[in-house]
């Protein structure tokens, strides 16, 4: 890990703007904005639609990936109401074990133990918005491409990978430890409406 102020960001407003483009305004004007701060993520902006937005660090990527500690990833992300209620308390739970100072293999063996016992049920329906142009998401791509992403159990793959599926298995969690598939589909546009790139 890196020295924690490299995580942290010192603009709260630009935090929160980073956060607030995951998604189209019509859903970020509304919702609810946590920034990470040294004891947590804590919350910005009061929202009223149900969704939450946040930017996630790198420790919320598999724990085998090269970006785990890479203090510069920033990953905005707009979780809609069931999302909240079963996939940001792990992000919560990730967090608050690098803040403790874990190593990578403690954090894994206690989301291990999270995942069995402590973890909320995931939620029908749970998905989540990654629209940002302003996206740091690895060294190689940056801010990749925007994609929505779609929580299920880890034996619903929807044909993701298969040749001409417009589905794809994000290896972030995939029972790895916690029970979940995250399957992402690509989408034409930014946050912002303007035109996305094929990768």
Not at 17 to 24: C, Q
Not at 37 to 63: D, I, L
Not at 131 to 146: E, R
Request: charged share 15%; with cysteine.
């Amino acid at each position: 890990m890196a020295p924690l102020a490299q995580y942290l960001m010192a603009d709260q407003a630009a935090e929160i703007a980073l956060a607030k483009s995951a998604a189209p305004p019509s859903i970020s004007d509304h919702a609810t904005v946590l920034v990470l701060q040294a004891h947590g993520y804590v919350t910005a902006v009061k929202g009223t639609n149900g969704f939450v937005c946040a930017v996630e660090r790198g420790w919320m990527s598999p724990f085998d990936a090269p970006q785990f500690w890479n203090p510069k990833l920033r990953g905005p992300i707009c979780f809609n109401a069931e999302a909240v209620k079963s996939i940001l308390p792990i992000t919560y739970k990730r967090t608050a074990l690098v803040l403790a100072g874990q190593s990578k293999d403690e954090i894994k063996k206690d989301m291990t133990a999270f995942a069995a016992k402590q973890m909320p049920a995931l939620q029908p329906g749970a998905m989540s918005y990654m629209m940002s142009k302003q996206a740091y998401l690895d060294d190689q791509f940056g801010h990749w491409m925007p994609h929505l992403m779609f929580y299920t159990a880890t034996n619903v793959n929807w044909g993701a990978d298969q040749d001409g599926s417009p589905v794809m298995l994000n290896p972030q969690f995939h029972g790895q430890p916690e029970p979940v598939n995250v399957l992402m589909i690509p989408v034409a546009k930014w946050s912002d409406g303007s035109a996305a790139q094929s990768m």
